[in-house]
Each structure stands twice: as C-alpha cells, then as structure tokens.
C-alpha cells in the first residue's frame, strides 16, 4: 500500500500514540514516521519497542517537513504544544490530535496555527484503563469511532485526507460541532468516569468495612467500576480542568436524579424501582446490538482459577 | 463421590438455582434433586434443561423428605416461602438461601422455622447480568465467596456440613454477621448498582445527547456501567426495599464525596483530582492482585469485529 503521508510526526507516545502508531506501521501508513516526547525514558522505551522511525526529544525538530501531525498529550498540555511546534511546521500540513476535549484544544492550539497549515481536531474514542506506550496495541481502533471536529472554513481535501487515513487505522468516522462533542463525551466517558473514581475513593474511606473486605468481595458489583477508576490520572485531571461547564451540567443532572432514587428508596416505592431498573435493561441491548459491547456474561471475562 | 445429601430441594431456578442445580449435579452432590419453582413456564424449562430428578410446582410437596433446602428466590419473596414449607420440613433438614440482604431474609423466614430444623441464611457472591434457568452454569461459584450468616446457637454441624456442600460446589466460605454482612454488602454490590441503574437512567433522559448517540459512543466508558445496570429488576428492586437502612448510609457517603469532587471541578482544584484519581488505581491492583478480576485491558473483552 502507498503511504497515506511521507512523513508522520507524532507529539506524545503514550497508549493512544503508541496505539496509533502501531498500526501506523502494520499498516504502512507513513513513508517515515517520528516519534517525540518530553520525558527522555518514555522516548527511550519507544525506540525499544521499535514505535518509529526516528526519535526526537524536541517536538520542533520533530515536525519539521511532516505532512502530518498527531499530537496525543494530555489536553492540558495542548497549548504549550502548538506554541512550540508553531514556527516549525510545513505549510500545508496537517496538524492534529487525539484529546478527549475539543472545545478546550481549539482554544488553546487554533489561536498558533501558522496560515496554511490545516488544523483539524479529533478524538479517537478508544483506550483501555492501561497507560504509557507499552500498553498501546495496533487493534485498539477497530471498529470504534473517532469523531473530527472541523473548524469553519477548513479545507475539505484536508478533512477528507485524514479521514482515509483514520479509516486506514480501522475506525469509523463521524464529524461534529466541537461544543457538541464535548457535551456527548461529557456523558458517554466524562462522567462514568468521574463516578466511577468516586466510588471508589468512597470505599476506600469506610471505616464500618474494611479495604480487605472491599477487595475480597469486589465480584458482587464493585470491581465493573475500578476499570475506569484505574484510568490515567493525569489525562483525567485535564479532562476535568477543560470539559468543566459540560461536566457540571450532566453531574447535576446524574445527582439529581439519585437523590430521585434514594427517595424511592427510603419511601419504598418499589414500583419506581422496578420502572428504572427494567427500562436501563433495553439500552445494555441497544449497545450489544449496534456492535459496541460483547453479549457474553460478565464481559466475557474468564473466572477466576481455583487456586 | 458420595452425595452429601440424599435429597435437596430447590425453591426457585433462576440464575442462582439453576447455576447451583448444575454443579450439583456435576459433582453429584444429591441423591436425587427436586426442583420447585411457582411459574409453569420456568418449571417446563428447568426440565427441558434437565437440572433436576424431578419437579414440582409446589414448594411444600418440594421440601418433604428433604435432607437441604436451597430458597433462590428474590428476597421479598423470602416469607411466603417459608409459610408455604414450614409444616412440611422434614426433622434436622438444613434451610439454607442465597438472598443478597440477610437480617431482612433472617426477618421473614427464622420465625416460621420449626425446632429440629437448622435454618443457615447463606448468600454466593456470584451472578451475572443475565437472569432465569437458561442463564445458569455451573462454574459461577468457582473461587467466589460464599457468605453464611449462621444465627446464636446454630449447630456446628449442620453448619460444617453446608459449608462442606459450598465448598464442594467451587465456593470459598466466610462466615459473618447478619448486620455486618449487609454493611458490606451495600458498599460492595448494592451502590455500585443502584449507581448504574442510575447512570444509565440518566443517560437515557438526555434532550441534548441523542439515544443513538450514547449507545453509539458507549464504549468510552459509559457500557461498563451497563452490564449492572442489565441486572434483574425484580430482584434488585427487592434488595433496594431490604437492605434500606444501609443503602441508605452508603448513598449518603457517595453522595457527600460526590459533592465535593463536583467543587472541585467548578473550582478547577486540579492537585485534588489528581490525589483520588491516584488513589483509586491502586485499588483495581489490590482486587486483581487477590484473584477477583482478570488483570486484562477492558476487562478481556474481545474487541468488537469489523463489520
């Protein structure tokens, strides 16, 4: 197959860098392809795993004469980027990345985009709770979706260009509204994520039960929410810092909505229960169905050997 | 092997009963297994499965001659199980269940007990999302715990020889108070439900966020709440009712926390994310670390084909 790019710099290596260049490769998807990031351990163990094809510390030097250009950092430190790579970049590449906020990247990278460069925003929606480059895997974007989010006015050679390439990569490709994207992500990944560390930080501070007990008998229900909760603590303080009015919106509606519940409960109102707790059964279907959840009890996971 | 019992009885065939009703069998626990359950359809069904030696729709012709009685019912039904069977349990018969609130099933069913019968509340700490006799194996309660909540002056045994029978069936035994056993149940099983039950529900009411939209995108995050939120209703809206008091402690908890996490969002207090986010990660390692879960990126699931 043709390269999809001469050359590909990617700014971050961690589990969706590493990912996408995994795939990058298998795929022969970039004449040439570098690899840059901050920390000079995390650069080293890229080049062990053999992630690309030139190794950088210096994300200026590395988009020098890239046609494309993915930048996989926390969505914090997005702003610190551009400013570094502004001066660097060819004109008429494509710079963009891979934030789980849109609004928030917009303003802090379109602002230093040089006139002729195409900046196009997007989210892979994939991951796992595992993160660094060791944890990446070439088949994380298969069939998942990657939404862009193009500014007005952007070049639709461009947009079509790295669309061919995500599909190459095995995703699906939606584009939408920035503002848009970060109220849907606010509910379908924001916030089961910040719950799901809430509960967990809930656990962990009883004093009634003990984290012994917690741990022990973690297969009646707990241990489905400390996969989110084990997500990458830096990536998810961003998230927060920078979805916050969105994230605010579904909290207060998530909150209202059980003290809802807990009424029920307290009163013992069981036909409210019984209502909700049927009504959520129909959506688990929709999911499996529409090819984004596996139908097999427990996740499918394999119980637990006999030791 | 030797039965353990010349007779058991099964009250109810669900996911519980049924997956019990397969090991037993398996391992050749009883000499001859009755199955009891008052729908028709679930009864006809249990025999097409072949779970039992024989079967009956009626719980008190079930319990005759019985040397363990096993009520897998949703706990609300605890008390009409045991009128419908007192006059009717054969003398030195183990009572034993397997619902997920104790002092409420203790409640319903010690006081009908007759003397010369040893009634042990028990609960596995097994189950799927999926319900009813088709949903059953007999692998459930391998490694799983398996809690007694045996009462003062219980006999020593009849309580060795139904931790005996657990044991033979993959179980690990715990023995533990009623109450405290509903403390940490609530933490460890019924919040995290009642939290997906309610996540889910108020996904599902968005006007912003379309259906298609949540279901389309669920894979970053929000399906893991799913699989709890796809849960019996019948049963989980029982639990909600029995064990009110302490899922009512637990809701208070979480939502307290919740609280002020949300503050910290709005007040953009990054270093105090950052410590929960930190915090709950090493709890996953702890469960993963005692066997509770596989240690696999999304939960071993296999990812979604290409369509």
């Known amino acids: ?11 971050g290596i961690g589990l969706i860098g590493s990912s996408l260049a995994r ?32 190794y950088v510390a210096d994300a200026a030097e590395a988009v020098r004469d890239a046609d494309l ?11 610190a980027v551009a400013v570094a790579i502004r001066g660097h970049l060819k004109p008429g590449a494509i710079v963009t990345d891979v934030g789980s906020t849109k609004a928030s990247v917009i303003a802090q990278m379109a602002p230093h985009m040089p006139a002729g460069v195409h900046f196009i925003p997007g989210h892979p929606l994939a991951g796992t709770e595992k993160s660094g480059p060791d944890a990446g895997f070439a088949e994380l974007f298969t069939n998942r979706w990657c939404i862009l ?29 920035p503002q848009h994207h970060d109220m849907v992500l606010a509910i379908v990944s924001h916030l089961p994520h910040i ?10 501070d009883l004093e009634a ?51 809802s519940l807990q009424r029920a409960v307290r009163w013992g109102d069981g036909d409210k229960l019984f209502d909700l707790f049927t009504r959520t059964r129909a959506v688990r279907r929709s999911i499996i169905d529409a090819g984004q959840e596996v139908d097999a009890p427990d996740f499918g996971r394999q119980a637990a050997k006999k030791s």
């Not at 197959?1 to 590909?8: G, L, S, V, Y």
């Not at 250009?69 to 702003?79: I, K, T, Y």
């Not at 084990?230 to 209202?256: G, Q, Y």
């Open 23 to 54: 795939v990058v490769r298998r795929e022969g998807l970039a004449g040439h392809l570098v690899v840059s990031t901050r920390s000079a351990n995390t650069l080293a163990r890229a080049e062990e795993l053999g992630l690309g094809d030139s």
């Open 209 to 259: 039960v003990t984290k012994s007990e917690v741990i022990k008998y973690s297969a009646s229900g707990f241990r489905d929410f400390t996969r989110l909760a084990a997500s990458d603590p830096t990536m998810w303080r961003d998230v927060c810092l920078h979805n916050k009015d969105a994230i605010l919106e579904m909290l207060a509606r998530f909150s209202e909505d059980l003290a």
């Open 69 to 79: 250009v993915v930048v996989s950092v926390p969505v914090g430190a997005s702003e």
């Open 149 to 177: 989010t193009p500014l007005d006015g952007t070049d639709a050679k461009a947009l079509a260009k790295l669309s061919d390439f995500w599909r190459a990569c095995g995703s699906n490709i939606d584009t939408m509204d």
């Open 1 to 11: 197959m043709k390269p999809h790019f001469d050359r590909i710099a990617f700014i």
């Open 195 to 204: 719950i799901a560390y809430n509960i967990v930080g809930t656990a962990d």
